[in-house]
């Protein structure tokens, strides 16, 4: 299982991001996908989740209402919108696949990882 995080980068704050998580998995549609963050000297932390089917989704409460969790299951893609971006958003952004049932927000739950995409946001 590969997971391929990617569209991070260097914006203002203010600013918008949108990352996408491409994997290279017949059995995508079927996995939760969750995405992290992990700012220097911290530990790794729930950004957002989503079930299989995008029915079901959770997000931290850091970001709610600014970002959005989304996937195309015929692109084998998990997309993360990031609107309103703050410093404190500055972090390397980690895409996660879990195939047990039900979202979950501990990196534990998870079964593969991508490489991870840094985002910063400048004040």
């Known amino acids: 299982v590969q997971l391929q995080a990617s569209g991070g980068g260097l914006v203002q704050a203010g600013a918008s991001l949108r990352l996408s998580c491409a994997a290279s998995?017949?059995?995508?549609?079927?996995?939760?996908m969750g995405w992290f963050r992990q700012a220097p000297g911290k530990d790794r932390e729930f950004v957002a989740t989503?079930?299989?089917?995008?029915?079901?989704?959770d997000y931290a409460d850091s970001v709610k209402g600014r970002f959005t969790i989304s996937r195309n299951n015929a692109r084998n893609t998990v997309y993360l919108q990031m609107n309103s971006l703050k410093p404190e958003d500055t972090a390397v952004y980690y895409c996660?696949?879990?195939?047990?049932?039900?979202?979950?927000?501990?990196?534990?739950?998870?079964?593969?990882w991508g490489q991870g995409t840094l985002v910063t946001v400048s004040s």
């Open positions: 996660a696949a879990r195939y047990t049932t039900g979202i979950r927000n501990l990196p534990s739950e998870y079964d593969y």
């Open positions: 998995i017949d059995t995508f549609s079927s996995a939760v």
């Open positions: 989503i079930s299989w089917n995008g029915a079901n989704k």
